[in-house]
């Protein structure tokens, strides 16, 4: 596997995730206790469950969803998420739209990477070797995805501790590379020059291209 599909497993997993909603299962990880163990169980549980699903190792777009709908949509905080992306102009926008943003987005990068699931083998996540800090309401993980014979790959997750206790992820850097700030920067010409309603339509034409592409109806579509 390639450098660059390795990266797109992780972000896809995690991030493209990076995404959503509800209650994270108690089997999954434990978002309410240690940080550390936090990222990392719900990294490996993902990575399992690609793992023992054929259907999902294959990147059906069906078990996709429930891959995420059941595992991170309830880890991350897509409003805030969707919302740093945007930057200041998400303030001047109506709720019809930030609901739209929000599904555009997820939509997205469920499309970009989830094809990088079929290049999932016997990732496993871990920290890294580094003192940990005491646990605080904003924080980094610093982790690496280990595989047999292969280099490993720097991830490191931004959460937060929410009014219920719970912790979120908000962002992802793979590599080096923030998720977040790197569709930031791609948007912000969008936005300069046709504004909120122009970028929905983009996210969400994008969106339709990548599913035609794929031969497939959206993600998103229940």
Known sequence: MTTWNRRTVLTGACGAALLLLAGLPVHAADDKGDPYAFVV??????????????????????????????????????????????????????????????????????????????????????????????????????????????NDIGIDYRIYRNKAGAWKVVDVNVEGIWMVENYRSQFASVLSQDGIDGLITMLETRTDELAAKNGSTSVGTK
């Open 41 to 150: 169980d719900l990294t490996n549980a993902v990575l399992e469950e690609i793992r023992k699903d054929p259907k999902l190792h294959a990147a059906e777009p069906a078990r996709v969803r429930a891959l995420v709908d059941t595992y991170l949509l309830p880890a991350a905080d897509f409003t805030m998420m969707t919302r740093m992306t945007v930057g200041p102009k998400w303030r001047q926008t109506s709720p019809e739209q930030k609901q739209r943003l929000e599904k555009g987005f997820q939509e997205l990068l469920i499309r970009v990477y989830s094809g990088a699931l079929t290049n999932v083998t016997d990732e496993r996540c871990e920290l890294r070797p580094a003192r940990r800090q005491p646990a605080a309401d904003e924080m980094v993980i610093r982790t690496l995805l280990k595989s047999s014979g292969k």
